[in-house]
């Protein structure tokens, strides 16, 4: 694997780091880069931060720590830990907070990660190797039920239970499925359907990968942190990859910045809300010609109002 195989674009760059810096303390602030991934925001973020400024960085995967190792900037410090742990901050300590939902190309592009069908690897995809199990290990023992609901959920996939299926009864004649072209193939012989320009591997591997990691669980956990340790007139920036992550974002930003009437009660004033919704961003046609991977990518913002969490 070239090293410009491995490089990674950050999608919706300058878009985000200007919504992240709206927050009322600017370039004074102190920002969370919640998914550091290989550090494209946080430069940025960190090249427009004054000497007062201060970032604070998540990732779980030691490939993402060791990069940001590179960054000699005393205003920066990370965590080797999910973005689940931004709870952990004290109250109101936050201007700003970016979530970056999508893996980089370096995770993808690395076949000893085992994210990606195009590369033969082991079956692994966690996103931090040194904890929890890899898919392997899980399909060694799960039940059809089991792995069809996690297919069927995290994959929106609708032939779930065939390939469920498929895999016990290859695990019952030869053996787990143990890499990542194994399982390709396996689900490439069950659907027997194509949708076009997608590889019929991609809604189960999506599936495998969100589950083992509990990506949405995190998700929801984050985004409940980000009321209580954002500060009034922070900002809440999130950019989504898929409908699943998308719908709980804007799920979350809607539930807490429409104001509420009781309407059993005649007269009531509206709940006050914890979030004023500051619209979605798509990437640009040139954005999307440049980096393909960018084109299911949307980005919702919010501010943070001074009702309490």
């Known amino acids: 694997m070239t090293e410009a195989a491995l490089t990674h674009t950050t999608v919706l760059l300058n878009e985000a780091v200007d919504e992240l810096l709206q927050a009322s303390a600017g370039a004074d602030g102190t920002y969370v880069d919640a998914t550091f991934g290989r550090g494209g925001h946080s ?37 080797h830990e999910g973005f689940s742990h931004l709870g952990e901050l004290p109250p109101g300590s936050v201007d700003g907070v970016l979530m970056d ?6 995770q993808i592009d690395s076949p000893e990660r085992g994210f990606s069908f195009r590369f033969e690897g082991p079956l692994d ?44 009864a290859r695990r019952q004649e030869r053996g787990p499925i143990s890499t990542t072209t194994d399982l390709a193939q396996l689900v490439a012989d069950t659907v027997k359907t194509r949708e076009p320009g997608q590889n019929p591997a991609t ?6 990968r969100i589950f083992i990691n509990a990506e949405l669980e995190e998700l929801e956990q984050a985004l409940e942190a980000s009321l209580k340790v954002l500060s009034p ?25 429409k104001e509420v009437v009781d309407r059993r009660v005649p007269f009531a004033a509206p709940v006050k809300m ?4 500051c619209g979605r961003v798509r990437p640009s046609e040139d954005e999307v010609r440049g980096n393909p991977r960018s084109r299911s990518a949307i980005m919702r913002m919010a501010e943070r109002t001074e009702v309490p969490a």
């Open 101 to 106: 939902l999508g893996i980089s190309s370096p």
């Open 203 to 208: 809604r189960t591997f999506q599936a495998f």
């Open 43 to 79: 430069r940025l973020i960190l090249s427009r931060l004054s000497a007062q400024g201060r970032l604070q960085a998540f990732d779980k995967d030691l490939e993402a720590i060791a990069e940001a190792g590179r960054i000699a900037d005393s205003r920066f410090s990370i965590r």
């Open 125 to 168: 995809m966690r996103m931090d190797t040194t904890r929890g199990e890899s898919v392997a290990d899980w399909l060694a023992t799960a039940t059809v039920d089991q792995i069809t609901e996690v297919i069927r959920d995290y994959g929106e996939e609708r032939f779930a239970f065939q390939i469920a299926k498929a895999l016990v």
């Open 233 to 257: 007139g922070g900002r809440l920036v999130v950019i989504s990859f898929h409908s699943l992550e998308d719908r709980i974002v804007k799920q979350f930003i809607a539930k807490h910045s």
């Open 274 to 277: 914890r979030l004023k919704a």
